[in-house]
């Protein structure tokens, strides 16, 4: 199996554009499934793996496996079998006609505009890393940018004279987006007064840097905005992923058109913009509960 896997990972890589995250998640998902077919000895690798499939599939439930991962590793099994059929490798798929399980829609966390504010104003800006910090979280909440998107920003994406920054996201796809004039202002900060003390380099290189002028990581930016949401009296339940999905939901709350979301999201099917209208229809429901005299419950009523 190993040589038709790296050949099935370099076409997810290279011909879909697949970033390296989701590569290696279809590399580890995979190999699980070797390793248990390896134990069981019950893998072909041919249009006859149907038995073995469904032997590991019952094994993956049989041990508590959630329907999420369920979903997930089947997603990348049958993405590879497709794959085997379509090279002529093997005559026919035997994952076609397998059905995902049913995981259910699961709302993200998302942050009210008074809490966005409070965590924002956590770090401190006198201190070079505290202004990075305040320069990358204003980033994350006026664009809404991922965080892997973020921290592979170089100096020259950013354009401050006009306002707009330009990341590549999933597949290497291109998006210019606004700054607006708060995160602009502290990217300049940033820029002029903390970056060229934390590296030698002024111009050019990784925008984000760490103490030793290295390019920050995604775990270095996990760990700060726990920190800071901690302090702001938020929780400790707020991933980096959750200053976007602020982002999406307040501007929807806003008027915003969900084309619009979807693009400055860099989604490429607005059906993964949807969810963002099913919280602000909750936030809605909140609203008219809490507001309107008639929804209120009969306790809360004079009588």
């Keep these: 199996m190993l040589p038709y896997l790296e050949e099935f990972l370099n076409y997810l890589a290279v011909e879909r554009g697949m970033s390296r995250n989701t590569v290696l998640s279809y590399r580890s ?13 019950s ?13 590991y599939l019952r094994h993956l439930k049989s041990r508590g496996c959630q329907a999420t991962t369920l979903a997930r590793r089947l997603a990348a099994l049958k993405a590879f079998y497709r794959y085997l059929t379509q090279e002529k490798y093997i005559a026919a798929d035997p994952t076609r006609n397998f059905s995902s399980p049913r995981t259910g829609q699961k709302l993200p966390r998302v942050l009210t505009v008074e809490q966005v504010e409070m965590l924002l104003a956590q770090p401190r800006i006198s201190h070079p890393t505290g202004l990075r910090d305040k320069a990358m979280l204003e980033l994350m909440y006026a664009t809404g940018m991922r965080v892997s998107e973020v921290v592979n920003l170089d100096v020259e994406h950013l354009d401050l004279v006009h306002g707009l920054v330009r990341c590549y996201g999933k597949g ?14 502290f990217l300049a900060m940033y820029l002029q007064q ?3 003390k934390l590296t030698r380099q002024k111009d050019g290189g990784p925008l984000f840097v ?16 726990k920190k800071y949401a901690l302090k702001s009296g938020i929780g400790s339940q707020i991933t980096p ?18 084309r619009s979301v979807q693009e ?15 919280l602000t ?16 419950r009969k306790s809360d009523h004079r009588e």
Excluded: M
Excluded at 29 to 39: E, F, I, P, S
Excluded at 210 to 225: D, E, M, T
Excluded at 242 to 257: I, K, M, P, V, Y
Excluded at 264 to 278: E, F, P, S, V
């Design 264 to 278: 400055l999201l860099g989604h490429a099917d607005i059906a993964t913009t949807q969810i963002y209208t099913h």
């Design 29 to 41: 998902d995979l190999l699980n499934y070797w390793d248990y077919c390896q134990q069981k000895k």
């Design 194 to 196: 903390a970056r060229t």
């Design 210 to 225: 760490n103490q030793y002028g290295q390019r920050l990581s995604r775990q270095s930016f996990w760990k700060a905005i």
């Design 241 to 258: 992923h959750t200053l976007r999905h602020s982002f999406a939901t307040h501007l929807l709350q806003a008027g915003a058109g969900l």
């Design 172 to 185: 290497h796809k291109e998006r210019l987006l606004p700054l607006g004039s708060v995160a602009g202002r």
């Design 43 to 55: 893998l072909v690798l041919s249009s006859d793996d149907r038995p073995a499939l469904l032997d």
């Design 281 to 296: 229809d909750v936030h809605l429901q909140e609203v008219y509960r809490e507001t309107h005299p008639r929804a209120r």
